[in-house]
């Protein structure tokens, strides 16, 4: 272990201010078992491939530049079949666009995390305290890309295992002029970085001195990767052994090799079919090398060497190493075989202009805990039998290859652990992929990784339509019984009301009653002992009647008069407008009337009566006798008298949270439609007159009732205008035929929803095609929905649900949720009775919930 004061100086010493050549680590290479004054002990400061950092470069001490970059690659399971072989295309152009000489050492990080939880926020609803409990601690894999691009001088003697700085590092290179090799060096990569980056696939940035040196709040990437830790602030740094296996400090170190072409597979390509997500019919796809990437759940970093030399002096090498296999072939079937290879791999190279390259890949465990080693192992050697090639653990090697992985140092790679091919097969073992990220912006809904269930933070409202993938906020969502659709829009319904959304759910089946009555909002349903009540006429203090408020009551008197098939003329419309502006003249001058479907019944009768009568009004302009007795029932001492005069919930703009339950009342002639209308009436206020406020109104499955009484329009007008006042508009529905039964459904709010979330499908799957079609998705989105719960893991309580942002961006997420959250989104009957009497026996639903989620956790 390294003393204070060496710690000091290394900071010291690695201080971009300080323009010295830079010295190494205070790290020591050094055998076990021995002493500080043993001669076979080394300090790594004296052997230091690293000389200095200029120009944000990285030179080593044998003349080699390299320009360090930070990448960041398209997140795992989200690209297709094409776009895998698009990518890849986009490596093989850049690595050509690479001068001679030059190396790509690609290196990549995968640490074991853990998720922080945060807990300082006071402003914490109870379910928000309760998923970040929940997910506290979450283990999941860590992922960092760095690409290191080298340009060694052309006659610098290559490294071998018996041949390298680590062993002799007193080699003095031939002089190196940075003024005539680093300009045309720099330029060839921003050529390579260039094409990285309009190819959309990734993102790259330029490391600076400050992210290769350390300083002493931060530690650079040399200090990273000599003390294999991925974490920003420094740390003591170890002693570095290598026999009799490698270790830093207390970690354990094995190292695996793909080095040698009798190990690698007979055939490779830019993806490869991952049958945990496949079907029979569909095949799911990840990147080739992707087992040794994410897929690997263990501390690794996976390092991807591609070497450039001079394309013509390799074919010269190879042709006299086919005819000196000429010449032995008579002697050994094994000088035959070879012989016949290499010679198709000259034949190759030449018609078809292949650019031959040295390639070689690592890959690096290590653990804390000696018993895992064992286990480690077997993943390795279980990720690459899915590549079908030979896992080779690396011992004699070791120390070599793992010095020639420090960042700027890949030309001290012992070239004799490398294999000749093509740049087209060797772009196939580099890793494609990371782990989901979390959205930049303030806005979403959590979700979970797929692979670990890491909570991500996702917006699917506001940054898809900044980015110009979506038009609209929209959302449909489709899933069958039990697929976990309940749970999932009562998650989303839930983020968006803590985030300032005015919410208006229109249920068919109590699905949201827990929600509702935890966040104190409206809950409109009916039963005989306290039917559903309103009143459209009431205006709140503050308020004022306007064209949209006269509309909406004129339409509602009008449907209460007249049938379905019936039409109403213009006079009888004019009568009713001169009615209500009449009746609210009397509210303002008559301080003592309250606003009610009663007194708006008794100015009708009593004074606008006689002002019909004056202007001579023809009973064929306006039965006004006809229409006092159809609207009798809904007048004082009439049968449905309770449904327009409510004194109670008046409010409605102004409440947050409104649900109207209509499961009781969806197949009724006379309730149904004045609810609906109503409830179409409340929502457009609300889109009217809250400026800058967000709004959503969800229908479940309620819309197909609602279409089938004359309300289509109310939803076309929805779904087509909702995105100018920063609402959205959201339907739920369970069944294929659904969709293709509803005019509506198609025309409206298919065309006009660019998010489409769709949960299991797999009872579907084999009549997927007609879905497929109807919801415009495409073959990738296609395998990602026919992949959803296939590999779910056994040991947590989940379900998937993938969701498709305009047909540009899909994924799929899983909706993984605390006890007390699952607890307040449950539509299990017995589960919802078990939480309304908890609630009435400790005084809240809040209450209720949190002690039967105590006295679960003891069971």
């Not at 503050?542 to 003329?569: H, M, N, P, R, V």
């Not at 919802?832 to 009435?840: L, N, T």
Request: proline fraction near 4%.
């Amino acid at each position: 272990m390294p003393s204070a004061s060496n710690q000091e100086e290394f900071i010291k010493n690695s201080n971009p201010k300080n323009r010295q050549p830079i010295r190494a680590p205070q790290l020591k290479s050094s055998f076990p078992n021995r002493k500080q004054s043993d001669p076979m002990e080394r300090h790594l400061e004296n052997h230091f491939p690293i000389l200095s950092i200029e120009q944000d470069c990285i030179l080593s001490k044998q003349g080699d530049i390299t320009v360090a970059y930070q990448a960041e690659l398209p997140e795992i399971f989200t690209l297709s079949d094409q776009e895998y072989e698009a990518f890849h295309q986009v490596w093989i152009k850049s690595i050509k666009s690479l001068p001679q000489h030059s190396i790509l050492h690609k290196q990549d990080w995968f640490i074991d995390s853990q998720h922080q939880a945060t807990f300082s926020n006071s402003d914490q609803s109870f379910l928000h305290r309760s998923s970040e409990r929940f997910f506290h601690e979450r283990p999941f894999l860590d992922h960092s890309c760095y690409l290191f691009l080298t340009l060694s001088p052309k006659n610098r003697k290559a490294s071998s295992s018996l041949f390298s700085t680590l062993l002799r590092s007193h080699i003095v290179p031939e002089e190196l002029v940075l003024a005539d090799t680093l300009p045309s060096f720099l330029d060839a990569c921003g050529q390579f970085e260039r094409i990285l980056t309009d190819s959309g696939f990734v993102q790259i940035k330029r490391l600076k001195e400050l992210d290769i040196y350390s300083t002493r709040t931060q530690k650079g990437i040399l200090e990273k990767y000599c003390s294999l830790s991925e974490t920003k602030e420094p740390t003591w740094l170890s002693d570095i052994s290598f026999k009799p296996n490698p270790s830093i400090g207390n970690k354990h170190c094995r190292l695996f090799t793909l080095s040698d072409a009798s190990d690698l597979p007979a055939l490779c390509g830019s993806r490869i079919n991952y049958d945990k997500y496949s079907i029979d019919t569909t095949k799911f796809s990840v990147g080739f090398a992707s087992a040794l990437g994410q897929l690997l759940p263990c501390n690794h970093i996976y390092n991807q060497y591609i070497f450039i030399e001079d394309a013509q002096q390799t074919l010269k090498r190879l042709e006299s190493k086919r005819l000196r296999l000429q010449s032995l072939a008579n002697y050994s079937r094994e000088n035959a075989i070879a012989r016949d290879a290499t010679n198709d791999y000259l034949n190759e190279a030449i018609s078809e202009q292949r650019l031959p390259v040295k390639a070689h890949f690592n890959i690096l465990t290590w653990t804390e805990d000696p018993l895992q080693i064992p286990e480690i192992k077997k993943q390795v050697g279980a990720a690459l039998s899915q590549m079908e090639a030979i896992a080779k653990e690396e011992t004699v090697g070791a120390a070599q290859i793992f010095w020639a992985g420090i960042p700027g140092n890949s030309a001290d790679f012992p070239m004799n652990d490398s294999f000749d091919t093509f740049v087209e097969q060797a772009t196939c073992f580099l890793n494609l992929e990371t782990g989901y990220r979390s959205s930049l912006s303030p806005f979403g809904i959590r979700l979970g990784d797929r692979l670990t269930g890491k909570p991500v933070h996702v917006d699917l409202s506001d940054e898809p339509v900044k980015r110009g993938i979506c038009t609209n906020r929209n959302k449909f969502i489709l899933g069958p019984s039990g697929s976990g659709k309940s749970f999932f829009t009562n998650h989303l319904i839930r983020s968006y009301y803590e985030q300032g959304t005015h919410v208006v759910l229109v249920d068919v089946g109590h699905s949201y009653k827990g929600l509702c009555d935890l966040v104190g909002g409206y809950y409109f349903t009916y039963d005989e002992k306290n039917p559903i009540r309103f009143n459209p006429f009431y205006i709140a203090e503050g308020d004022q009647l306007d064209t949209e408020k006269k509309e909406s009551i004129k339409t509602l008197l009008l449907a209460l008069w007249k049938k379905d098939d019936e039409t109403f003329t213009r006079s009888e419309y004019v009568a009713l407008s001169n009615a209500l502006k009449g009746y609210y003249e009397k509210l303002a001058s008559d301080s003592s009337l309250f606003a009610s479907f009663n007194s708006f019944y008794d100015y009708v009768k009593i004074d606008f009566l006689p002002i019909l009568v004056s202007d001579k009004v023809k009973e064929k302009d306006f039965d006004i006798s006809n229409f006092l007795y159809v609207l009798r029932p809904y007048y004082r001492g009439g049968e449905f008298d309770y449904l327009l005069n409510s004194t109670e919930n008046l409010d409605l703009l102004q409440e947050r949270f409104i649900v109207f339950e209509l499961d009781n009342i969806k197949d009724h002639p006379i309730l149904f439609p004045v609810v609906t209308i109503i409830i179409m009436e409340v929502f457009i206020n609300k889109m009217r007159k809250l400026k800058g406020i967000r709004k959503l109104i969800l229908i479940e499955e309620a819309w197909k009732a609602i279409a089938k009484e004359g309300m289509a329009e109310y939803i076309k007008y929805l779904f087509k205008t909702v995105r100018k006042f920063f609402g959205e508009a959201i339907v739920v529905t369970q069944e294929v035929e659904d969709i293709i039964s509803s005019p509506v459904v198609k025309q409206a709010i298919i065309n006009n929803s660019d998010c489409k979330i769709l949960l299991d499908q797999s009872k579907y799957q084999n009549k997927f095609d007609q879905i497929q079609e109807l919801l415009g998705l495409t073959d990738k989105e296609r395998a990602m929905v026919l992949s959803v719960n296939k590999a779910n893991d056994p040991k947590r309580i989940y379900k998937e649900v993938f969701i498709s942002l305009g047909g540009m961006l899909s994924k799929v997420y899983r909706t993984e949720v605390s006890k007390e959250e699952y607890l307040a989104y449950t539509t299990e009957e017995t589960e919802k009775i078990k939480v309304m009497d908890y609630a009435q026996r400790y005084g809240s639903i809040q209450k209720g919930i949190a002690a039967l989620t105590a006295e679960q956790a003891q069971l």
